[in-house]
């Protein structure tokens, strides 16, 4: 199997990284949380299985200020608001002819990464598989989803090798409207679950909960029709709803951000969606009011 370098430490990082080492592909990690690179340099990248033992698979760790190896496959799972240095940082790592796949929230990581890698060096990815962060390099899997994939010529070796990972993998000509389609979810349903500090399923059992989603997703639906990007599915409401229930034990990524006391990705979602909103002339005053309240809960600034 071709190796592969993952670019963070969080739940996703992990997660894929077990996955794939359990089956057979080299995995390196690379990333600045220390408390995450001491347990994958000691453990592994752990999973928790159902029966309650664990996963535990040796991965190659590496911190960003350290030499960096040479790949030509390479997943970005940082937080949105890390791409820039991570772009930088693939700037020295990736190979000539290498590839960079992002499967990260939010709007805005491919010109960042093309910026610094080339867009011939660049494909777009998404994924809705649910992760929770148990502990540094411990993950809980929370809900299982296709990762789908913008076609590209290089991609063949990484389509593999998530296949033999187990992923069900499903590939694309364009990946912007899947990208919108997953902001449309995850507009509807991060900020509420990191407000309320609830898992997913908690929101379909709450009524206001439930409504407000219908209320992001609605607003974030119309600026992507606003912009002429055609959603992957027909109603946004019922998908973000489809998403909760299969998720319904996660913790989403920003309620993990928010319990930990770290930045989150509301500026890539919520802010992104106000900001494209107001060049398209389309209201968007529950994804700002969202966007305010949990900057104001986290250290973004």
């Given at each position: 199997?071709?190796?592969?370098?993952?670019?963070?430490?969080?739940?996703?990082?992990?997660?894929?990284?077990?996955?794939?080492?359990?089956?057979?592909?080299?995995?390196?990690?690379?990333?600045?949380?220390?408390?995450?690179?001491?347990?994958?340099?000691?453990?592994?990248?752990?999973?928790?299985?159902?029966?309650?033992?664990?996963?535990?698979?040796?991965?190659?760790?590496?911190?960003?200020?350290?030499?960096?190896?040479?790949?030509?496959?390479?997943?970005?799972?940082?937080?949105?608001?890390?791409?820039?240095?991570?772009?930088?940082?693939?700037?020295?790592?990736?190979?000539?002819?290498?590839?960079?796949?992002?499967?990260?929230?939010?709007?805005?990581?491919?010109?960042?990464?093309?910026?610094?890698?080339?867009?011939?060096?660049?494909?777009?990815?998404?994924?809705?598989?649910?992760?929770?962060?148990?502990?540094?390099?411990?993950?809980?899997?929370?809900?299982?989803?296709?990762?789908?994939?913008?076609?590209?010529?290089?991609?063949?070796?990484?389509?593999?090798?998530?296949?033999?990972?187990?992923?069900?993998?499903?590939?694309?000509a364009n990946a912007d409207s899947l990208v919108w389609g997953k902001l449309v979810v995850s507009a509807a349903i991060n900020p509420l679950t990191a407000l309320l500090r609830i898992p997913n399923g908690e929101l379909l059992r709450?009524?206001?909960?439930?409504?407000?989603?219908?209320?992001?997703?609605?607003?974030?639906?119309?600026?992507?029709?606003?912009?002429?990007?055609?959603?992957?599915?027909?109603?946004?409401?019922?998908?973000?709803?489809?998403?909760?229930?299969?998720?319904?034990?996660?913790?989403?990524?920003?309620?993990?951000?928010?319990?930990?006391?770290?930045?989150?990705?509301?500026d890539a979602i919520c802010g992104e969606i106000v900001r494209l909103g107001e060049q398209a002339g389309v209201p968007t005053p529950a994804n700002r009011q969202a966007w305010e309240q949990v900057r104001a809960l986290s250290q973004?600034?």
């Amino acid at each position: 199997m071709e190796p592969i370098l993952i670019l963070g430490t969080g739940a996703l990082a992990v997660l894929f990284a077990a996955r794939l080492g359990a089956a057979g592909t080299p995995v390196t990690l690379l990333g600045s949380w220390p408390e995450g690179l001491a347990a994958l340099r000691q453990d592994g990248a752990r999973l928790r299985l159902p029966d309650g033992s664990q996963l535990a698979v040796p991965v190659d760790v590496f911190a960003w200020e350290e030499p960096c190896i040479s790949a030509r496959l390479a997943l970005v799972l940082v937080k949105s608001w890390k791409t820039a240095v991570a772009a930088s940082r693939l700037a020295g790592c990736l190979s000539p002819d290498g590839l960079a796949v992002s499967l990260q929230n939010g709007l805005g990581n491919r010109e960042q990464l093309e910026g610094a890698l080339g867009a011939e060096r660049v494909a777009l990815g998404v994924t809705t598989s649910g992760a929770t962060l148990a502990g540094p390099g411990l993950v809980h899997p929370g809900g299982e989803g296709p990762v789908w994939l913008e076609a590209h010529p290089r991609l063949g070796p990484l389509a593999a090798a998530l296949q033999a990972a187990g992923f069900e993998v499903r590939q694309v000509a364009n990946a912007d409207s899947l990208v919108w389609g997953k902001l449309v979810v995850s507009a509807a349903i991060n900020p509420l679950t990191a407000l309320l500090r609830i898992p997913n399923g908690e929101l379909l059992r709450r009524p206001g909960a439930r409504r407000r989603m219908a209320e992001l997703a609605g607003e974030a639906a119309a600026v992507a029709s606003a912009l002429g990007i055609r959603l992957p599915y027909d109603d946004p409401t019922r998908a973000a709803e489809e998403v909760a229930a299969r998720t319904a034990e996660n913790f989403s990524s920003m309620l993990q951000d928010v319990l930990r006391g770290a930045p989150t990705e509301i500026d890539a979602i919520c802010g992104e969606i106000v900001r494209l909103g107001e060049q398209a002339g389309v209201p968007t005053p529950a994804n700002r009011q969202a966007w305010e309240q949990v900057r104001a809960l986290s250290q973004t600034t």
